[in-house]
Each structure stands twice: as C-alpha cells, then as structure tokens.
C-alpha cells in the first residue's frame, strides 16, 4: 500500500500506525462477536467481560491518535502518506464507536438474560452480527492491503446488512403488536438490531474513508452530492 521511505524511522512508524489499528479492529471484531454470544447463551459474564473490555479500545484509540499527531508533526507527510493518516484518525473514531456499540449490546443482554427468551428473534440476530462483524473485517482488510475494489465490495454488501435489519425489526413490531407482554423484550432486541446496523454503517464509513485514501476520491454522500 505505501511506498518505501528513505526514512527508516518514517517506515516504522507507518508500520506501527497500520499494527495498532489492525490490533484495535481485531478487538471491536471480537467484542461484536462476544456480546452477541453473551445474548444468544444468555451468559451475562461474558457481557460483563465486553464491557470491561472497552477500555482496551478505549486506549488503542489514544495510543493511535497520539501516534498520528506525532508523524504529522515531525515527518510532515504529504500525497498518499498525508491521505494514509489522515485516513487513519477517521477510521480510529468509527472503530472506538463499534466498541461502544458492543458494549451496548452487551448491556442489552445482560438485561434480557433476566427474564424468558423470545426464542425465534434470537436466530436472525447472530446472522446481523455476523454480516456486521464481516463487514468491519472487510473494510479493514481494504485498508491494509490498500484495495478499493475491496472497500467497494464493502459498500455493496451493505444493503443486505439493511435488508436483515428491517427484517428482523418488522417481525418484532409484528410480536409486540400480537401481545403487550412482549413489548418489553422486543423493544430491546429492536435496540439490538440497531446497533449492529449501526456497525455496520461504521464498517461503511471505513470503506468509503480507504477508497479517499488509495483514489484520492470522496465517495462520500453521494446524494447530496448529486443536489449541487
């Protein structure tokens, strides 16, 4: 993805730069799959564990920004270096914001872990999961291997993530309107639902933020764009 740099100390904190951020997306990766285990398991000390976990994130994106701030200030970096880092503090903002929706699903759980399961809304939800999670991998994977057609396959697959969200928030509508005694249970799968849409979108953020960073392009808002 980068060139090599005369400047070894230069080299190294790139090298450093792509480490942490693969480091603090393999963690948001996991915390995604943890929460929704910790759900489906009805295990509340794994959710405890997702949010005692956010810290972690929480540091990695100090360390990161920290870290960014300094090779602007003493390498002065410009074209695609200049793009790589100024790529790197957005996608550091929307992996911070995955872990703390993690730690909301987890909170989500732990709550619905108190009372009976509505059982047929818990399948569908790990599919969202799992759609959302790969789509964190995928855009990550983009950045590191400095592949637009990657970040684009990211895009695309975000309608499906859409499609299985509106799903499954439809059927929960569905049940709360057939028996009030649900709408308690319901209403906080549908919170659930959100957030892993939400992550998703964050997954998207990133893929729009790689292709800026190889093209050189703004995809994004291409509506508004689209107005002027």
């Given at each position: 993805?980068?060139?090599t740099?005369?400047d070894?100390?230069?080299?190294?904190?790139l090298r450093?730069?792509?480490?942490?951020?693969?480091?603090?997306?393999?963690?948001?990766?996991?915390?995604?799959?943890?929460?929704?285990k910790?759900l489906?398991?009805r295990?509340?000390?794994l959710?405890?564990?997702?949010?005692?976990?956010?810290?972690?994130?929480?540091?990695?994106e100090?360390?990161?920004d920290?870290?960014?701030r300094?090779?602007?200030?003493?390498?002065?970096?410009?074209a695609?270096?200049?793009?790589?880092?100024?790529?790197a503090?957005?996608i550091v903002?929307?992996?911070?914001r995955?872990?703390d929706?993690?730690v909301?699903?987890a909170e989500r759980?732990?709550?619905?872990?108190?009372?009976?399961?509505?059982?047929?809304?818990?399948?569908?939800?790990p599919?969202?999961?799992?759609?959302?999670?790969?789509?964190?991998?995928?855009?990550?994977?983009?950045f590191?291997s400095?592949?637009?057609a990657?970040?684009e396959?990211?895009?695309?697959?975000?309608?499906?993530?859409?499609?299985?969200?509106?799903?499954?928030?439809?059927?929960?509508?569905?049940?709360m309107?057939?028996?009030?005694?649900?709408?308690?249970?319901?209403?906080a799968?549908?919170f659930?639902?959100k957030?892993?849409?939400?992550?998703?979108d964050?997954?998207l953020?990133?893929?729009e933020m790689v292709?800026?960073?190889?093209?050189?392009?703004?995809?994004?808002?291409?509506r508004?764009r689209?107005?002027?």
């Amino acid at each position: 993805m980068a060139a090599t740099h005369t400047d070894k100390a230069f080299e190294q904190d790139l090298r450093n730069l792509r480490e942490k951020l693969l480091a603090m997306g393999a963690k948001v990766e996991t915390l995604i799959a943890q929460s929704t285990k910790a759900l489906t398991d009805r295990d509340s000390s794994l959710a405890e564990q997702v949010v005692g976990a956010d810290r972690e994130v929480n540091r990695l994106e100090v360390d990161i920004d920290d870290l960014c701030r300094r090779i602007l200030a003493l390498r002065q970096p410009a074209a695609s270096d200049l793009r790589l880092i100024t790529t790197a503090l957005k996608i550091v903002t929307d992996l911070e914001r995955i872990g703390d929706l993690a730690v909301n699903i987890a909170e989500r759980a732990m709550d619905l872990n108190q009372v009976p399961p509505l059982a047929p809304y818990y399948v569908d939800t790990p599919k969202l999961a799992e759609l959302a999670q790969q789509q964190v991998k995928k855009a990550l994977d983009a950045f590191v291997s400095g592949d637009a057609a990657k970040a684009e396959d990211v895009l695309k697959g975000d309608d499906l993530l859409d499609a299985l969200f509106l799903k499954i928030f439809n059927e929960l509508l569905a049940y709360m309107m057939e028996d009030s005694r649900n709408i308690r249970r319901a209403t906080a799968l549908m919170f659930i639902a959100k957030h892993l849409e939400r992550i998703g979108d964050h997954a998207l953020n990133v893929a729009e933020m790689v292709i800026y960073m190889v093209r050189g392009k703004d995809v994004r808002h291409p509506r508004s764009r689209d107005l002027e």
